[in-house]
């Protein structure tokens, strides 16, 4: 494994120095025994960490290989295994995909408002409101969804199956029960946009204030201040924070295991009722009743779900750690 | 109480960078020694090597001795912690712990030991360091209350109480004024005056007039140019270095022609 | 609505410059006033009797002022007020889900909430009646043991994050593997516990310590950084200070840095307990769902509210009414725990932050 991004700090590489180019002058200053013991624990802390992290990976793995190898009649499902995960996959990436298509640009907006148009005073408790969102636990988003934004959508969804039916998209037949993926996505959507929002804000609030100044300075108006001064800046972190908002959204299990009726086609049509399943809602949904090896099929393809969103998050990450160097912020 | 110091030619370094090089300078006791030079030059960080501190950044390291009443403070096993039991230390922002209060500020450094004493051991040590400190009669109707509540110069002195209060035999102040007005300023001074009757202290500034005000001795140290690690130029009766220095770089930099 | 706002202009009598300074501009009373406007209609039509459609009318309303804008002001001045037009609009499209969700499981919760609500268990309960005590007592307990473990592994490695390996190149990797691992899918965590446990205890394990096992799995890495970003806070002053004190490093730790960052901790600590506290997804795989209450986290399955939640409507039984109406007590609930946390972890950082630090 390589060097993450924005882990090189300057003092680093003078340690690495001292020990490297003049082992001879390593003092032996005694330590006090509660100093090695405070220290040792701490450490092993930290490396219990790194332990988790690897068991996740391991222990998803032992106990997965044995359902991806499973022959087709041994498992539930009754097919080979990337047959099986190949459309929760799908339903997997669909649902985040739409979910932060409208997500990111209400959080941009909502960040922005929080950060340059509401009153200075009222940024702090208006924060704390959109915080509140993240706050809510998934069963209650799912509870919420299941009985009042699914009705509440079928309307709508009989509108656009009337007047938009030709995009595949919304082909129908629309759903009596509203429990489709575009239900789902929309509380997904709900539940991402808080921590995509939190970050912006602080992405918008860092930017320098000179920037800004400089912009009104110019005889910029507020908007054109913020194409000049805060959108350049920030941009990096508004990729990242959809990042994170994306492995929220791949991960989320419980919204989606209850607002969805999912049959686990492979479908754009977003508005119907046979609907694509996710591997999260998936897996949520029949692990209880799984027995043998349909166990660790389910346990391998919270595997791929791991790898994904792992990858995902590593990636935003990286942009955050680079974008720290950079900044030059603290 | 109170002793000198022989520091004999003393390199510092952070990580491979040497940032201060070959220092040898006698500090004696019961005197005040201050430190000038440009910024950069190395003072503060070879001030902090005198009790171990500069230790606390990463990869920081010396090479040379400095002697303290004959004990090498650098050898092999000596405890740096014991060493800064020995040697106090006042920063240049008055740091007062924000969650104790003025009494326990005071009596930080046998409390954070867990050392165990009397209340009326206690309130001794509190009073008497305070009063070195020239504090008392300002606080002492609010001993119990938040330390970091007083102002800037009353922060700073109380700092002094505290360093005093562990009854070091060394109290190194690093720039103690910087942060304050003039008038505080002014009491710190006098302050250093009649604390130098018990202890050695070593002091680092960038007010030529201070360092006239309150040093028996002055240490000029300077950069040989960028990059290059700091020296000491030279030191002497702080009359002799004002009024009639050796080095022409002591010269210009006393008289504000650089630096 | 009538103007309050008469400023006289001194219309004549400027000089060029002043004048051309003055570039036209809508009358000042007209966006405030739009926007008023443009709420109230917004609130009465969420709240009152006349229908969602008044939303639409308040929303036509603010919207007249960028085109009046742009008549009167210019393109330039048109495009700033649609933007705040847009960025407002954003916020209260956000607002609506929260109220929505507030309102609902408050008005659908509430009736159900009772003593008997609060102190039975599920046990031989068929159609109405029984409670939701096997599920708190569940939940306290496994919410406990998960912070049990959490806590301190947290704490210590942001202690080793902060004081000892600052800057090397593990604590650099260690904090980026933290980072990633906060957004490790609950479900994931779930399996990783099962996957563990299956190991010693054999197919099909329900154990309310496996629970506590997977909500640590998502709780350390928030200890790690809400505690990191405390300890950063503290001035490395304090530290010199008693440093130079003769006070060795670990005692430094404990006795200056720790208490200077307590408030700050207990703050960050008591937002993760919440975040995990509603987590549904591990506990579904691993402590699964009883109807009777069990103290004993080592022993078999253990109820807990999400779970509860969870089944309660999604498996309602027969007749489906008053498991759903549970369904609805128990998310009520659920959210009152959440909220309280959330409030009690404003209130420390508020009221026990060390006064004057900076």
């Known amino acids: 494994m390589g060097c993450p991004p924005g882990t090189t700090a300057p003092s680093e590489r003078l340690t690495i120095v001292t020990s490297t180019q003049s082992p001879e002058r390593r003092r032996t200053t005694p330590t006090r025994p509660g100093d090695r013991i405070f220290r040792g624990t701490s450490l092993a802390a930290a490396l219990l960490i790194l332990a988790t992290l690897a068991g996740v990976a391991v222990f998803l793995t032992a106990e997965g290989i044995p359902g991806i190898l499973a022959s087709p009649d041994e498992v539930k499902h009754g097919t080979g295994f990337v047959d099986y995960v190949a459309p929760l996959v799908f339903g997997t990436l669909l649902a985040a995909i739409l979910a932060l298509t409208m997500a990111v640009p209400l959080a941009i907006g909502v960040a922005l408002f929080i950060s340059h148009y509401a009153p200075r005073k009222l940024a702090a408790p208006l924060g704390y409101v959109i915080d509140l969102l993240a706050a809510v636990p998934s069963v209650v988003y799912g509870v919420w969804g299941i009985s009042f934004l699914a009705p509440a959508l079928v309307p709508l969804y009989r509108w656009l199956e009337d007047n938009l039916g030709f995009v595949p998209l919304f082909a129908g037949p629309a759903s009596a029960t509203g429990r489709t993926i575009l239900t789902a996505s929309i509380v997904l959507a709900v539940m991402v946009l808080p921590v995509i929002t939190a970050i912006c804000r602080e992405i918008f609030l860092q930017t320098p204030r000179l920037h800004e100044e400089a912009a009104l300075a110019l005889g910029a108006t507020r908007w ?17 924070a959809s990042m994170l908002g994306l492995g929220r959204a791949l991960g989320e299990t419980m919204a989606v295991a209850m607002v969805l009726s999912a049959s686990g086609v492979v479908t754009f049509n977003l508005i119907s009722s046979t609907n694509p399943s996710t591997i999260a809602a998936n897996i949520a949904l029949t692990f209880n009743e799984a027995t043998g090896l349909t166990v660790n099929a389910l346990i391998a393809s919270g595997l791929v779900l791991f790898v994904i969103t792992f990858g995902v998050n590593f990636a935003a990450r990286a942009i955050v750690d680079r974008r720290k160097d950079f900044s030059g912020a603290n | 109480m109170a002793k000198s110091i022989d520091v004999s030619d003393l390199d510092i370094y952070y990580g491979d960078f040497l940032a201060v090089e070959g220092v040898t300078i006698p500090i004696a006791a019961r005197s005040v020694t201050a430190f000038i030079g440009p910024s950069g030059c190395g003072k503060s960080t070879f001030l902090r090597s005198l009790n171990r501190m500069h230790e606390v950044i990463r990869g920081a390291r010396v090479d040379g001795k400095v002697l303290i009443d004959g004990q090498d403070l650098y050898a092999d096993d ?38 165990r004493m009397k209340k009326k051991e206690a309130d001794d040590i509190v009073e008497r360091s305070l009063r070195s400190a020239g504090l008392w009669n300002e606080v002492k109707d609010r001993l119990d209350r938040p330390g970091s509540g007083l102002s800037g110069g009353q922060q700073q002195r109380l700092c002094i109480a505290r360093a005093i209060a562990t009854q ?14 003039p008038i505080s300023t002014s009491i710190i001074e006098d302050l250093i005056h009649e604390l130098k009757t018990d202890y050695t202290i070593v002091i680092v500034t960038h007010n030529m007039q201070q360092a006239a005000r309150v040093s028996d001795t002055t240490a000029f140290f300077n950069l040989a140019g960028v990059g290059q690690p700091g ?3 030279e030191h002497g009766d702080t009359s002799m270095m004002f009024s009639n220095p050796e080095d022409p770089a002591t010269e210009a930099y006393i008289q504000g022609r650089f630096g | 609505m009538t103007s309050t706002l008469q400023t006289p202009r001194p219309e004549s009598g400027a000089s060029p410059i002043a004048s051309s300074l003055r570039g036209r501009q809508l009358p000042r009373w007209v966006p405030p006033a739009l926007t008023a406007a443009a709420v109230l209609l917004a609130l009465v039509g969420v709240f009152g009797p006349v229908g969602a459609w008044l939303v639409l009318v308040g929303w036509c309303v603010a919207a007249v002022i960028p085109i009046w804008s742009l008549a009167v002001e210019g393109s330039r001045k048109a ?8 960025v407002s609009t954003a916020f209260a499209i956000t607002l609506f889900p929260l109220g929505s969700i507030l309102a609902t499981v408050v008005s659908r919760g509430a009736p ?25 007592m569940g939940t306290l307990l496994i919410t406990a043991a998960a912070a049990a473990i959490s806590i301190p592994i947290g704490l210590f490695t942001a202690i080793y994050l902060i004081e000892y390996g600052d800057g090397t190149r593990l604590a650099g990797w260690i904090r980026f593997l933290v980072d990633v691992m906060t957004g490790i899918p609950s479900i994931v965590a779930g399996l990783f516990a099962y996957a563990l446990f299956v190991i010693f205890f054999g197919p099909g394990v329900r ?24 300890l950063k806070l503290v001035p490395n002053e304090l530290r010199e200070a008693s440093y130079a004190l003769g006070v060795p490093k670990w005692r430094t730790i404990v006795k200056v840095v720790l208490p200077t960052a307590l408030a700050g901790i207990v703050t960050g600590v008591t937002l993760a307990i919440a975040r995990v506290i509603g987590e549904t997804a591990p506990l579904l795989v691993i402590a699964g769902l009883t109807d009777s209450v069990n103290f004993n986290l080592f022993d078999g399955r253990m109820a807990t509210l999400p779970v509860f939640t969870y089944f309660s409507i999604i498996v309602p039984g027969v007749p489906p009414g008053p498991s759903i109406e549970r369904a609805w007590g128990a998310a009520l609930v659920l959210l009152i725990i959440v909220m309280l946390l959330n409030l009690a972890a404003r209130l420390v950082s508020y009221f026990f932050s060390p006064k004057g630090e900076r």
């Open chain 1, 224 to 240: 054109e201040m913020a194409r000049l001064a805060i959108f350049p800046y920030a941009r990096s972190g508004i990729i990242s």
């Open chain 2, 168 to 181: 070091p035999e060394v109290l190194l102040m690093d720039e103690p004024c910087s942060a304050l007005d």
């Open chain 3, 112 to 136: 159900v909430l009772s003593s008997e609500f609060f102190t039975y268990s599920m046990r031989n309960i068929v159609g109405e009646g029984g409670g939701i005590y096997h599920a708190l």
């Open chain 2, 78 to 115: 000596m405890d740096p912690v014991n060493v800064r039991r020995l040697i106090g230390m006042v920063f240049q922002r008055p740091n007062p712990f924000p969650t104790m209060s003025i009494a326990e500020n005071v009596l930080a450094g046998q409390r954070l030991n867990s050392k």
């Open chain 3, 79 to 86: 495009m700033d007020r649609l933007v705040t037009l847009l």
């Open chain 3, 207 to 230: 154990m309310g310590v496996g629970g506590a096992v997977a909500l640590s799995v998502l709780m350390i890495p928030v200890v790690v950084r809400s505690c990191e970003e405390m």
């Open chain 2, 231 to 233: 020296r000491l130029i």
